[in-house]
C-alpha cells in the first residue's frame, strides 16, 4: 500500500506545486486566515454558504488557505516523524485524506465558478461541444440538447 500511496503522491507533485505557489498568491492577495477547524469538521459546503459568484470567491479563498495551511502541518508532521526515526504511516495517510477532500472541494468550487465565467453548462452528447444552459439545440452539429419526450408519456392529472 505504502508504494502506491507514495507513486500517487510522486505523480501529483507539479500539480500540488503549481497550487501550493497559487494558493500563497491568493492567500497573500485575499488577507484572509484560514478556514477554523471547527468550519471544515462542520463540512460547510459553497451551497451553505451563500447564493452567487463572490460567495463561491470567498469560500475558494477559504478553501485555498485552508490547503495550503493543511499541507503546511502535513509536511511538518512527517519531519518531525523523520526526525525521531518514528513514522506512522497511519497518521499522514489520515492527514494525506483530509488534504485530498480539501484539494477536491477547491477543485469543485475552482470549476464551478470557471462555469460561470464562460457561460457553458455541458457538453453536447453527440459531439461534445460545450453548450449554455438555455440551448436547445448543439450549435455544432445540431442534435437536440435535452430528450425529446413523447406527449403520451407526460403525466396529466
Same mark, same amino acid.
Given at each position: 500500500?505504502?508504494?502506491g500511496f507514495?507513486?500517487?503522491v510522486?505523480a501529483?507533485?507539479?500539480r500540488?506545486?503549481?497550487r501550493?505557489?497559487e494558493a =500563497?498568491?491568493?492567500?497573500?492577495?485575499?488577507?484572509?486566515?484560514a478556514?477554523?477547524?471547527? +468550519?471544515?469538521a462542520a *463540512?460547510s459546503?459553497? =451551497?451553505? +454558504?451563500?447564493?452567487g459568484?463572490?460567495?463561491l470567491?470567498?469560500r475558494?479563498?477559504k478553501l485555498t488557505?485552508r490547503?495550503v495551511e493543511?499541507?503546511?502541518?502535513l509536511?511538518?508532521?512527517v519531519y518531525e516523524?523523520?526526525?525521531?526515526?518514528?513514522?506512522?504511516?497511519e497518521?499522514?495517510?489520515?492527514?494525506? =485524506?483530509v488534504?485530498q477532500?480539501t484539494?477536491a +472541494?477547491?477543485? +469543485?468550487?475552482?470549476r464551478?465558478?470557471?462555469?460561470?465565467q464562460t457561460g457553458t453548462a455541458?457538453? &453536447?452528447a453527440s &459531439?461534445? =461541444?460545450p453548450?449554455s444552459?438555455g440551448?436547445a439545440? &448543439?450549435?455544432? &452539429? *445540431?442534435?437536440?440538447?435535452?430528450e425529446?419526450?413523447?406527449?403520451?408519456?407526460i403525466f396529466a392529472?
Amino acid at each position: 500500500m505504502r508504494d502506491g500511496f507514495a507513486s500517487t503522491v510522486r505523480a501529483d507533485a507539479p500539480r500540488r506545486a503549481q497550487r501550493r505557489e497559487e494558493a =500563497a498568491s491568493a492567500v497573500h492577495a485575499s488577507g484572509l486566515p484560514a478556514v477554523p477547524a471547527s +468550519e471544515a469538521a462542520a *463540512g460547510s459546503t459553497p =451551497a451553505t +454558504e451563500g447564493h452567487g459568484t463572490v460567495d463561491l470567491e470567498r469560500r475558494r479563498d477559504k478553501l485555498t488557505a485552508r490547503f495550503v495551511e493543511l499541507q503546511w502541518d502535513l509536511g511538518g508532521l512527517v519531519y518531525e516523524m523523520a526526525i525521531r526515526n518514528r513514522i506512522r504511516v497511519e497518521v499522514i495517510v489520515q492527514r494525506a =485524506a483530509v488534504l485530498q477532500d480539501t484539494d477536491a +472541494e477547491l477543485g +469543485e468550487v475552482e470549476r464551478i465558478l470557471r462555469t460561470e465565467q464562460t457561460g457553458t453548462a455541458g457538453t &453536447c452528447a453527440s &459531439c461534445g =461541444a460545450p453548450h449554455s444552459s438555455g440551448a436547445a439545440y &448543439c450549435w455544432q &452539429c *445540431g442534435q437536440p440538447i435535452l430528450e425529446q419526450v413523447p406527449s403520451e408519456s407526460i403525466f396529466a392529472p
